[in-house]
């Protein structure tokens, strides 16, 4: 077994929580290792739009937006309700520290930030028109290190087909490019194909790793802390089934192989505080010809329809939240999406993949009717209830009025449409043929997982912290718990508690 004693901190992940963390530390001057299970950076985060919800920052001061913490704190508020004192006395590090991270990564050569108008997901009291979220400006492969362009996982329709990234990068990739560089320049140490497998401890405190690499098994030791960033446990079925999360592994938008709880199973082997009420990050999925799902969100026309043929919610709320109202009743999942040709034949949403509408076809995931009855017929659909809910969805799209669930009533409805009737969001499913697609319960990773302290440390039941052992994003149970305030809520929380994790690594005694 190879040992090596000699970097200040490890951050195990290299999402945008993981590298925001060995980002903050490297420019700090401590000596960081990056250990990555799979062959490429950015996880789940390379897949994203990039958004991060970092309320009260200079960047949405630049773009006149009338955002301020004290908003956003009133926003969370009228989101979470009331919440224990622990979870507030996160929310509150969370806003307080959020400004001070997006200055400090300003002054870097290397990152910046700026306004992208995405409305948030409630309509609630401190909620900002077109949104309070933030994202990393593009950068082009020519700007990047060689080494970080060959190792920043593609976007996730370039992956899942093998296909090598774009030259420009943007969203989730820029962010994690930019922040890659960051820890290089500063002669951070990324390494690739490193499985954590357990803690390494001394006198009950955290002092490294284990983990298989490429030259097999061995140990790294840190003299300041070890930062667990890794993900959720979406990965792993037997786990999501023990703690109740519903959805599938083949489902989830997490990349292949990838995510299935390491990091907090090894400090859960160290008696960890877990929390799993929180389930995941959902959102409907777009069946796939290979029994994948897509990350789905933006229809523009259709209906969404359960395995009676009903509709049962706005089929343009947040995804987060139409996720959890499929999640809500078995006859949901797998649901039908209906609509017409409208728009020759592909899917009137934004679906990541989408994937080819002949292949869905041929596999049985999309068909296709020249009348509602023909497709109740191939989906083995009620004919009468589909013909019904059709046409009482049309009926609304002449009077401008979802009398059912109210779609268009919100900005977030009509962000995404072009409608031209009288609500941008009601779009009439007339013209053949029509077509019908399966849809799952997808989800961007699970929530629950290690109990942290304001500073992001790890704690034991008894709410003390393990030494030298500090944790973020997906790897801890959400401070949002249940909900999903904004664009980016998962990103930017991550990055902010892996910062204030790494400021509380570098006060403390070696």
Known sequence: MNSEHDVDVIVVGSGGGALTGA???ARAGLRVAVLERTPLLGGTSAYSGGACWLPGTAVQQRAGLPDSTEGARTYLDAVLGEVEPDRRARLEAFLAHAPDLVAELE?????????????????????VPAGRSIQPTAITREDLRPEIAALVRPPVERDRAGQPGRR???????????LAMIVAREGGDLRVGHRVTGLVTQADRVVGVRFDGPDGPGELRA????????????????????????????????????????????AAALAAATDYTGQGWFCPGLAQPDGGGSFTLGFRSGIMVDQHGRRYGNESLPYDRFGRLMAAAPERVPSWFVFDAAEGGRL????????????????????????????AAATGLPAAELEEQVARYNGFCETGVDADFGRGSDEYDTFFTGGTGPNRALSPVLTPPFTAARFVLSDLGTKGGLVTDPE???????GTPIAGLYASSNTTASMFGAHYPGPGAPLGSAMVVAS??????????P
Do not use: C, K
């Open 23 to 25: 980002a903050v530390a």
């Open 168 to 178: 420009t990068l943007s969203g989730g990739q820029a962010l994690i490019a930019r």
């Open 223 to 266: 003299r300041r802390g070890v930062l667990l960033a890794a993900g959720g446990f979406e990965g792993d079925a037997a786990a999501r089934t023990a703690r109740g999360v519903p959805g599938d592994v083949a489902w989830s938008m997490a990349p292949a192989a990838a995510n299935t709880g390491d990091a907090i199973t090894a």
């Open 500 to 509: 204030l994790a790494v400021r509380a690594m570098a006060v403390s005694a």
């Open 348 to 375: 009137p949403g934004i679906a990541m993949p989408e994937g080819d509408p002949e292949a869905h076809l041929a596999a049985g995931t999309w068909v296709r009717a020249d009348t509602i009855a023909g497709l």
């Open 107 to 127: 002054t870097d050569p290397d990152l910046d930030f700026e306004w992208l108008p995405f409305p948030e997901y409630y309509d609630a009291p401190g909620r």
């Open 456 to 462: 992001g440390r790890v704690l034991r039941e008894d």
